[in-house]
């Protein structure tokens, strides 16, 4: 079992630009979270996805939007970028009965100049 | 609101000796907590978690960790520290009316001197 796998891992973008993270959940999951951590903070709760609708969205705005394919992959689109974006963004799954654990991925490396 | 707080920053202690990390929620009713690990450049661990039952809780790696409800708090404990545990450590409360929705707190930074 190959865990969540994140791609890409490190990403670097430019003010004003747009970009996609990808994630892969742990197989046999159906439900994918995005958070954002900032250095030296706690990760931040973005938005979940299951059955292929945002199920819960944490306080982001509308530049942070998202997408779950039938296979229970998931992207994370963040436009119009700016240098507060830069983080880790981590991706986590689960199963969807609640409450089950959330396994996290490594991580993508966001940095904006 | 739901909340978590971390009081200690940073903790340092020497191999070998006992560790306690703090950690104080807030949530109106009963939370699920978790603690989490993160060594650098990784993704989060599981170290144990509270539903319900016993409040002692055992974890992987000999942590545990002590739910009292009475001070909103569910500490972080370990006998003998290894040099090895030192890494990011953090408490969450999972939301049950909002599909697992799990809030951080800002974390504790664990050094481990030989």
């Known amino acids: 079992d190959a865990g969540v796998t994140q791609s890409p891992t490190h990403l670097i973008k430019t003010r004003g630009q747009q970009v996609t993270l990808r994630c892969s959940p742990k197989?046999?999951?159906?439900?994918v979270s995005w958070y954002q951590q900032a250095l030296g903070q706690g990760p931040q709760f973005i938005f979940q996805?299951?059955?292929?609708?945002?199920?819960q969205r944490g306080n982001f705005p509308d530049r942070f939007s998202g997408h779950q394919f039938p296979n229970y992959s998931s992207e994370l689109n963040v436009n119009a970028l700016l240098l507060g974006d830069s983080a880790l963004y981590l991706c986590?799954?689960?199963?969807?009965?609640?409450?089950?654990?959330?396994?996290f991925g490594p991580g993508t490396r966001l940095t904006v100049l | 609101a739901q909340s978590v707080t971390q009081p200690d920053i940073h903790i340092t202690v020497s191999e070998g000796a006992s560790l306690e990390l703090r950690c104080n929620y807030s949530?109106?009713?009963?939370?699920?907590l978790f603690w989490y690990v993160q060594s650098p450049g990784q993704g989060l661990q599981l170290l144990l978690k509270?539903?319900?039952?016993?409040?002692l809780v055992q974890g992987i790696k000999g942590f545990e960790a002590e739910f009292k409800r009475s001070q909103s708090s569910f500490n972080l404990r370990k006998p003998s520290v290894h040099w090895s545990d030192a890494a990011e450590y953090f408490c969450?409360?999972?939301?049950?009316?909002?599909?697992?929705?799990?809030?951080f707190g800002p974390g504790t930074s664990l050094s481990v001197i030989p």
């Open positions: 986590a799954s689960s199963f969807s009965v609640p409450y089950n654990e959330q396994f």
């Open positions: 949530y109106g009713a009963t939370p699920y």
């Open positions: 996805y299951y059955e292929e609708e945002e199920r």
């Open positions: 197989s046999g999951h159906d439900t």
């Open positions: 969450a409360v999972g939301d049950k009316t909002s599909y697992d929705k799990v809030i």
């Open positions: 509270y539903f319900s039952g016993d409040t």
